[in-house]
Each structure stands twice: as structure tokens, then as C-alpha cells.
């Protein structure tokens, strides 16, 4: 908070998602405090707004959490402040002025996100009359800007300066430098490389107090700005910058983001679950570190007998707060690894495997013991190892029962050390792709399929799996990957009783269509950074292959013209078949390597999307590699076709 005149100035963001790590939000709270913000808003429900907001309070941080939800439509995306999980299921209708009533009545605020001309929303074809008349009726508070000439031009339909807010739009994350860092966010890792954000505009609002109630009366009231975090330039009423200038805020903002920014723990080595803890930062006047349970310590020393256990992830940020001298708190993300770790993966190598990858991070000896359980075993197997200091290794178990390679199957290896027992679940594939013979045609179903027909599988954005899902015939699909010397091909035969695309572009995954992820780096990480990222559909233009995400480019959110997909639809069977060919040279591949892959079908029945059917994860809600299948590269002269029947029976 900054004194402005009678106002105190508020730095916060109206439109961000949690995609830095869901099971972990230590790190998007360590970001947000290292960009000087003072409050965020969650867009991705009440109850996601609501786990942040208790990790922040539980660290005593003065960064507010508030909750809101994106609303997308084929005619705008719009953004709606949350009183309650309830509100979400109210807010839809057949037409922009519809949703924006309903909204008006279940949300504090309504804003109009990131205005374009691609939405009928906003733009008319000439200009943003719609946009200014939505304004005009009182039906939207403010408009999230990111574009100055965007801007002038909603103003120039409008008659008059709208209210403006900025929000980052964090829809994913790039990879971190490795090793890790040993804490987050600092110089040499700022927050704006590691996030894969739309745009860097976050708010300015000049406000009573600091309470929700405040911040909605000022934005209601125009008392706020657009400002990038890097130039701090501004887009929004020429009045309130005006008056942040005359009160030197952004020498102020600035001056508070170095400080924060400027708190460095000192740490004498890694930091592993359940061993001693000792970590400092000179000056403090609290600390406050969270695990299992929050631990506060006065002074700048924080020692523990024994640093208790968090998600048992291999690696991943512990939330550490700081409180100092003159009122700045900082919240940083400490590295802590398990001493002694598994994970598990699945591969095809002339029949399905279980990988168990065991690492001993300690420089002494470790002896462990591994149960391998779940649904593609007939019984636990159970094996004891001894691994040397900072010994890696890898350990197979067969699976004896698996009906379909190409399906998902729970499983869980239990690692058992120094008196504790570690739980590692993930649902386990063994897709494989086959080399196609001559003459072979790649649209068909092959021996070794992927299979989506589970509702283990389905994920319902508004209502039960299990209520909201009929089974197969209501929504499925299979998916045969092959490859020749110049291409790999997917093959995708979707059962859908009701076709509904009428998106097109960029839009296309509101409705229905085909998702996938290819990581030839095979990196397993957290995160995007490696991978290629698509989606195909048949739109009202025709079929079309739209590429979100490219290796190192991050979202390059363009089509895919390096690539082909011919996509049909027969009513009457329920069918829609996708066949997409992807040459070996666009993916930086050779044709001869493994990769991962994730799969999702969309599915919108008339008007929003209803509903995925993933493999691999659910990528349109989690970029998350580590959930990703490998796919093995099967050549034509290795393919038995007996074998593949037996594996596939």
C-alpha cells in the first residue's frame, strides 16, 4: 500500500490462473510478492481462490487473495469477481447482454477481459460500439487493457475514458534453470522468465481501504489504471495517472519492489524432509516457514530438529515468509528435496514394462523396500534395494494383468525408509506407435490403440462424472499413432452423440475438437517448455490445426501450416475422425526416438464446453508433463502381429 492524497494505492491483478504448480501454490505466492503486488484475482473458482487464500493467511502475508471466474463465450471472454462457489453455475446465457445480466446479479464486478476484434462481444467489424454500449447500460464495470491503441479506440466509441484494469493471464509456466535454484524469485531467476503470462499489465487502484468492498467501489468509480510491471507505463483514465505521478507513486512502487526483492535467505546447504533445518536472513523480525503444518520463529533464525514432509515430491518449494523492518513482507519459495525418492513410468520394450526410478539424495548409504500394487497386477510385487550416496537406478516390475496396453491403469509403489512410508501413485499407459508397411494406410485402428472410455478419465466442468457422463456411446475415443520414415500420424475416432463447432482460429477448443501435447525432450517436467502443444477441429471454415505451444518459443498461438489434419463428421454414426499428419522435421525429430504424449477430447454440446475425455492428464486444465504417457517407436519388422493381438485381447 502507497499513500496517494486521500487514497491508498493498491498493485494487484484481476486476471491470472493457477498453472505454476496446483498441488503447490509456493511458488505463484512467491511471484506475486516478488512483483510488489499487493492482491490477486484467482480465476479459476471459488474453491482454488480459496486454498491460496489460507496458505497466504496461514504465512502471515499481506498479499489479499480474492476469487473470480473467467467467463468464455464465442462472443467475449468476461470476468466476474466470486461471493461464493455457488455463483459459477449461474452465470451463462444465450447472448453476451444475457451472461453479463446474470453476472451483474451473482458478481461484484464485471469486467470485460482483454478486448478484440475477433469477438462480435466487442467489435463490430468497424469499431467497439458494442463494447461502449455494453458500458453505457451499466452492464460492465471495466475493460482488462493490455493495448494502448486498443484503448483509444474503445474510448473513441465510447465518448469518454473507460475504467481500465490489467491482469498477467499466467497460462502456463517455462521450465527453471537446473539444478533448481535453492529459493525463488530473485535476480537471477525473475519471475516474468519463468511464467509464460499473455501480457504484463497489472492493476492500479486507488482505493479507501484495503478490503474487497473498497477495491470494488474504486473500480466501480474509475479509480484505476492499467500499468505494465516493466516500463510502468500506464493505459487508462489520463485523471488517475495524473494523480499517481503528482504523488510519485511509481518511484515509490518501485523503491518497494526492490526491497522486497532485496530479502535473501542464507542457506548452508539442501534442505531434506525429515533432517535438521537451519536457514537465516538477516534482519528479520519473523519467519515463518509452511510444510505439514506452518512453523513461526521470531528473529531471522529458523532451526528444526526435523523438517516435516509437504506433497513428498523429489523436489519442490516450501513457502517461507519474512517478515522485516518497515512493514515489508516477503514471501520466498525454499528448495527441499525427499532424501530418498521413486516415480514411476510405463514402457512398451517387447511388452509392457513398470519403470520404478529410485534415487538416494543423500551422500550416505540407504537401504529401501518397494511394493508395486494396482490394477495392471494381479498381485503387490515387492522388491528391496540398497543405493549407494546419490546412486540413481532403475528398477523394473512386469505387469500380469493388462487387457489393453493402450488404456490407463492406477497404480501406486510404496517406498519404504527409515521408518517412513512413501505413497507414489500415477495412472500408467503403454502407448506405442507402429511403423506403417508399404503400402499401409495410417487411418485406421491398429493393434496397440490408446483408449479414452473410462470416467475415470472424464473431467465435467459443471457437474458429476458419474451424473454427467453415460458411458462410451455418450463420449470416447481411440487414437492410433503410426509413423513412416517422413511423418508421424495420429488417427482419432471420436463417438459423440451431439457435434457442436463454431469456433474458429484461436477459438477452436471451446468447442468440439482434438488436443494434444508432443514432448520429444521426454522431460517429465512440471511445466511447460519442451513441447508442442495443438489442437484440430472442423470449424464452419473447415478443418484447421492451431498451435498454441512450441519448443523454447513458449505460446506461439498460430496455425499450424507446417502440418496437415483432415477432419469429417457422419451424424448419423456419432462419429467425428481426426487424421493429422506431423513431419518428423517440424517436430525436430528423426523418426527414431520416444516421446510423450497427452490427449484431450473436447466436448461442447450446444453453446460451452461441457466436458474432456484426456489421456495422459488433463491438459486443458494442468500443463503438467509429468503426467504424460511415453510412446514407444514399434518398427515394422519388430510388430508380431500374433503378439500384439495376444497384449490387446
Known amino acids: ?198 501480457n504484463r499489465n497489472t492493476s492500479v487502484i486507488l482505493t479507501e481501504d484495503f478490503s474487497l468492498d473498497a477495491i470494488v467501489e474504486a473500480v466501480k468509480n474509475g479509480r484505476c489504471t492499467s500499468m505494465d510491471l516493466e516500463n510502468f507505463s500506464c493505459i487508462g483514465p489520463s485523471d488517475i495517472f495524473a494523480e499517481l505521478n503528482k504523488y510519485d507513486f511509481f518511484r515509490h512502487f518501485q523503491e518497494r519492489r526492490q526491497r522486497r526483492n532485496a530479502v535473501a535467505p542464507v542457506i548452508p546447504g539442501p534442505f531434506f524432509v525429515g533432517k535438521p533445518f537451519e536457514l537465516q536472513i538477516p534482519g528479520a523480525k519473523k519467519l515463518t516457514l509452511g510444510g505439514s503444518t506452518f512453523i513461526r520463529m521470531d528473529g531471522d533464525i529458523l532451526q528444526l530438529a526435523s523438517l516435516p514432509e509437504f506433497n513428498h515430491c523429489p523436489q519442490e518449494y516450501y513457502p517461507l515468509t519474512a517478515e522485516m523492518p518497515g512493514g515489508t513482507t516477503r514471501i520466498l519459495a525454499i528448495s527441499v528435496s525427499e532424501p530418498v525418492f521413486a516415480e514411476l513410468d510405463a514402457l512398451w520394450d517387447g511388452g509392457p514394462q513398470v519403470i520404478a526410478e529410485c534415487v538416494n539424495h543423500l551422500e550416505t548409504e540407504a537401504e529401501i523396500e518397494l511394493t508395486c500394487d494396482g490394477e495392471c497386477f494381479k498381485t503387490p510385487q515387492k522388491k528391496t534395494i540398497c543405493l549407494r550416496g546419490q546412486e540413481k537406478r532403475r528398477i523394473i516390475f512386469v505387469p500380469d494383468k493388462l487387457p489393453r496396453p493402450g488404456f490407463e491403469y492406477e497404480a501406486v509403489l510404496a517406498v519404504h525408509y527409515g521408518g517412513r512410508r512413501l505413497d507414489f501413485r500415477r495412472r500408467l499407459g503403454f502407448p506405442a506407435a507402429l511403423e506403417l508397411k508399404p503400402g499401409e494406410s495410417p487411418w485406421r485402428r491398429h493393434e496397440l490403440p490408446i483408449f479414452l472410455d473410462s470416467v475415470e478419465q472424464v473431467t465435467i466442468y459443471k457437474g458429476n462424472p458419474g451424473e454427467s457422463w453415460r458411458g462410451p456411446e455418450d463420449l470416447s475415443a481411440v487414437i492410433s499413432l503410426s509413423f513412416d520414415s517422413a511423418n508421424l500420424y495420429i488417427y482419432v475416432e471420436v463417438t459423440d452423440d451431439i457435434f457442436h463447432q463454431v469456433w474458429t482460429g484461436k477459438e477452436t477448443f471451446w468447442g468440439d475438437s482434438f488436443q494434444f501435447v508432443i514432448d520429444p525432450a521426454c522431460s517429465r517436467n512440471p511445466w511447460y517448455g519442451t513441447n508442442f502443444e495443438a489442437t484440430v477441429a472442423l470449424t464452419p471454415q473447415g478443418s484447421e490445426i492451431w498451435l498454441w505451444n512450441a519448443p523454447s518459443a513458449g505460446q506461439v498461438c498460430r496455425a499450424w501450416d507446417e502440418c496437415r489434419a483432415d477432419v469429417s463428421r457422419d451424424d448419423q454414426a456419432g462419429k467425428t475422425i481426426y487424421r493429422i499428419t506431423l513431419p518428423w522435421l517440424e517436430l525436430g525429430m528423426t523418426g527414431q526416438d520416444d516421446f510423450d504424449f497427452m490427449a484431450a477430447i473436447n466436448d461442447n454440446d450446444g453453446g460451452e464446453k461441457r466436458r474432456v475425455i484426456s489421456y495422459g492428464g488433463n491438459l486443458t486444465l494442468n500443463k503438467d508433463l509429468r503426467q504424460a504417457q511415453r510412446v514407444v517407436l514399434i518398427k515394422a519388422k519388430e510388430i508380431n502381429e500374433n503378439d500384439l493381438s495376444r497384449s490387446n485381447s
Not at 461464493?84 to 445480466?101: Q, T, Y
Not at 454500449?133 to 494502448?148: F, H, N, W
Open 1 to 198: 500500500m502507497i499513500k496517494v492524497g486521500k487514497y491508498i494505492a493498491l498493485a494487484g491483478d484481476f486476471h491470472t490462473h493457477l498453472r505454476w504448480d496446483i498441488a503447490n501454490p509456493t511458488t505463484y505466492l512467491s511471484g506475486m510478492s516478488s512483483l510488489g503486488l499487493d492482491f490477486v484475482f484467482f480465476c479459476d473458482g471459488y474453491d482454488t481462490a480459496q486454498a491460496v487464500k489460507e496458505m497466504s493467511l496461514k504465512l502471515n502475508s499481506d498479499i489479499r487473495i480474492f476469487a473470480a471466474w473467467e467467463v468464455m463465450c464465442k462472443f467475449a471472454h468476461l470476468l466476474g469477481t466470486l461471493e461464493n462457489p455457488e455463483s459459477i453455475a449461474k452465470l451463462n446465457g444465450s447472448d453476451i447482454k444475457a451472461v453479463l445480466g446474470n453476472m451483474r446479479r451473482h458478481c461484484l464486478l464485471n469486467i470485460f477481459a482483454h478486448p478484440a476484434a475477433n469477438w462480435s462481444g466487442a467489435y463490430d467489424g468497424t469499431g467497439y460500439a458494442p463494447l461502449a454500449k455494453l458500458y453505457r447500460e451499466g452492464l460492465i464495470d471495466a475493460v482488462q487493457i493490455t493495448s494502448a491503441k486498443v484503448y483509444r479506440e474503445i474510448c473513441a466509441a465510447a465518448g469518454k475514458e473507460l475504467p481500465t484494469v490489467g491482469g498477467i493471464d499466467c497460462h502456463g509456466v517455462h521450465p527453471l534453470p537446473k539444478p533448481l535454484p535453492e529459493y525463488l524469485f530473485n535476480a537471477n531467476v525473475p519471475v516474468l522468465s519463468h511464467i509464460d503470462y499473455c
